[in-house]
């Protein structure tokens, strides 16, 4: 047993970090100015995007994402059945009609051959306006596939890269948005690098990108080249469209741009802790397979326990807390939850749902702490 709790996953902030932070408090911009730019500029230098949009969160990104894509009550829209809950309730908030997509069990990501079957067997007028895919622990969607479906069956793809910024999707970065319209990521504590609360939107189109930048900002324009009523007044404004406050603050972007300079170091040490456990856990468990022409940024360790026994996995993660590691579980399929109304059951999501546990990853993980984590799990999947 572990003195003090052991985490699924910790931020790791250092006293660079610190300073870069207290040094925008003694300034006259706290909240919209020059360092947001600076870290929409290295971001999108970074993934290779044309432009990059942050957010106080990575779910007022998907909120914006969808609402930039013209999506309405009624839109038929289809996102994976294993994520985080704001993936789904950003088409939700817009009353669109969501239908949740079954996953690989290899990569938890969805599977595109059932992907695939389900938009053939759609009719015409019920095909999904959008399509919200989740990179799972970090690890890519095959891009390439759904870019080709896409094309088809002409939809938007909107990313959700919350879990991976660092990961490649083969030599493409993920946030490029190379196969998709948007790609959104989280700068929640949890995950590759923490702004404490933020997010950003990953975009190609100016045009998007300008409409994203008045959404957040309660759809307000300056631009006297589009105002709709002539005027000689400096101080005039015009709002043109329904938005809301969802800026990123100048600390949050502070903080950020320090962070970011230490990502490949996270993201190399998550990959270090990864194939430690895959080369140390019991095969009585299964791990992920991933594949080798992508990088995962590692955001989670997915197991599961070979038999998909909700019993079992409840005496597992109790006999893990016991011991004072902090398992947590990414994600109860989103359908499940009350608010959805479905009632749908997706086997395979259900079988991940029986059987998957996230086990510690994090940048200040001791290797010592993780041959105790490896040991201790062990000892329960070699017995049960
Ligand atoms: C963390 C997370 C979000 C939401 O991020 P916030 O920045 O906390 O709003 C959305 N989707 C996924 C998959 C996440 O893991």
Known sequence: MFKKKIPYGKHFVDQKDIEAVKKVLKKDLITQGPLTKKFENLLATYTGAKYSVTTNSASSALYLSCAVLGLKSGDDVWVSSIS???TANCALLLSCNISFLDISLDNFNIDTSILENKLKKTQKKNLPKVLIVTHLAGESCDLKKLY????KYKFKIIEDASHALGSSYKKNKIGDAKYSDLVVFSFHPVKSITTAEGGAIMVNKYEIKKKLEYLK???IIKDRKIFKTKTNSNWYYEQHYLGGNFRMNELQAALGIS???????FINKRNEIADYYFNNLSNNLILPKY???NICSYHLFIIRLKKNSIKLKNKFYDYLKKNKIDVNFHYIPIYKHPIYKKKVKLPLSEKYYNSALSIPIYYSLKRIHQKKIIKIINNFVNYN
Do not use: E, P, T
Request: proline share 0%; no cysteine.
């Open 84 to 86: 985080y809950v704001a």
């Open 148 to 151: 080709d479906l896409k094309k």
């Open 217 to 219: 900002n309660n759809g």
């Open 259 to 265: 962070q970011i300079k230490k990502l490949k170091k």
């Open 291 to 293: 594949d080798s022409s």
